[in-house]
């Protein structure tokens, strides 16, 4: 079974400085990858997701991610932070192939903006 | 179009009471997934359908917990005996057909509170 690791709980970052949340996943096979980031008492809405091709790939506000086989990792990324990007953070893997089980979720990253 | 709604957005109970809990996926979308949210947990996949037809229930937590979906549109969470542990926010989300690589669009949750 395919699982996912957010080795950082919490980040904080200076308004302005540059952002790498971590992800790392484990799966047999080359996997689809997404990230989600969940504001306070809002849903989570998708920034960015991987199927192939482009190993680098551009999200919503700013965001990429990019996919490293040789790591097991899919980190994300972002030049430079503002406050707005205040929030819960998720890396999620989906099982490649015809099933349609849900997603397997990392347990989270929560992002401080320091002024 | 409107997205995912969930109603209620917050639910309190008393031990052993039964709830349902409510999704409406966006329109024309034929999968739907229930997800469960808590502080030991993270965010865990319950359960998914195409359709009416929910092909793999072995996600949900006990035999307390069942869904269904009617008319391929709303879907319904039941929870029997509720326990103090069944407290979390419990999200639905939709997708425009099965498979893996189609984006989840996600509810703002309903957030269940058992006493």
């Known amino acids: 079974a395919q699982s996912v690791t957010q080795p950082d709980i919490h980040i904080t970052v200076s308004e302005g400085a540059s952002l790498e949340l971590r992800c790392n996943y484990s799966?047999?096979?080359?996997?689809?990858l997404f990230w989600y980031v969940q504001s306070p008492g809002q849903g989570l809405q998708l920034l960015l997701k991987?199927?192939?091709?482009?190993?680098l790939v551009q999200g919503i506000k700013g965001f990429e991610a990019e996919f490293k086989r040789s790591q097991s990792s899919f980190n994300l990324r972002k030049p430079s932070v503002h406050w707005s990007d205040a929030a819960e953070y998720f890396c999620?893997?989906?099982?490649?192939?015809?099933?349609?089980?849900?997603?397997?979720f990392g347990k989270g990253t929560h992002l401080i903006i320091q002024p | 179009g409107a997205g995912v709604s969930q109603s209620p957005s917050n639910k309190v109970t008393e031990k052993g009471k039964d709830v349902e809990l409510r999704c409406d996926p966006i329109?024309?979308?034929?999968?739907l997934y229930w997800y469960r949210q808590s502080l030991g947990q993270g965010l865990e996949f319950l359960i998914y359908?195409?359709?009416?037809?929910?092909?793999?229930k072995s996600g949900l937590p006990s035999d307390r917990f069942s869904a269904e979906r009617t008319g391929g549109s709303v879907s319904t969470l039941t929870i029997q005996r509720t326990q103090q542990e069944d407290s979390a926010v419990y999200l639905c989300?939709?997708?425009?057909?099965?498979?893996?690589?189609?984006?989840?669009?996600f509810g703002p949750g309903t957030r269940l509170l058992v006493l």
């Open positions: 989300a939709s997708s425009s057909q099965r498979g893996n690589q189609e984006t989840q669009y």
């Open positions: 799966y047999g096979a080359t996997p689809y």
């Open positions: 991987y199927f192939s091709g482009d190993t």
């Open positions: 999620a893997v989906a099982a490649l192939g015809g099933g349609a089980d849900g997603l397997t």
């Open positions: 329109s024309g979308h034929t999968a």
């Open positions: 359908f195409q359709g009416n037809s929910a092909p793999d």
